[in-house]
């Protein structure tokens, strides 16, 4: 789903598919993309149950504050639809760019 958007929105393949890769393939992203995919792993895993006070800090430096909590909105609520989306079962691929606007 968000591949099929991104790529309909214009991102390139390479950044994409080094996403899964991200630490290191850093070089593909700025300072605030690493902020934003930083805050969201450690959103999503919570290892050490809770936020590193440095990756929180460092998404401070590149977000204003509406914007850090509308990043952290959206990570929380991708992984709800991710884990809704496990615990169905339901299978991956029927999307289609701008199918839900």
């Not at 968000?2 to 080094?18: C, F, M, N, P, Y």
Request: charged share 25%.
């Amino acid at each position: 789903m968000h591949t099929r958007d991104a790529l309909a929105a214009g991102e390139s393949v390479e950044r994409i598919v080094q996403l899964g890769a991200w630490e290191e393939s850093r070089h593909f992203y700025t300072e605030k993309e690493l902020a934003a995919l930083e805050l969201t792993e450690a959103v999503t895993v919570l290892t050490d149950g809770f936020v590193p006070d440095e990756v929180y800090a460092k998404a401070e430096k590149h977000f204003e504050e509406a914007e850090l909590a509308q990043l952290i909105a959206a990570i929380t609520v991708i992984n709800a639809w991710n884990r809704f989306g496990v615990t169905c079962r339901m299978a991956p691929g029927h999307y289609r760019p701008g199918q839900y606007k």
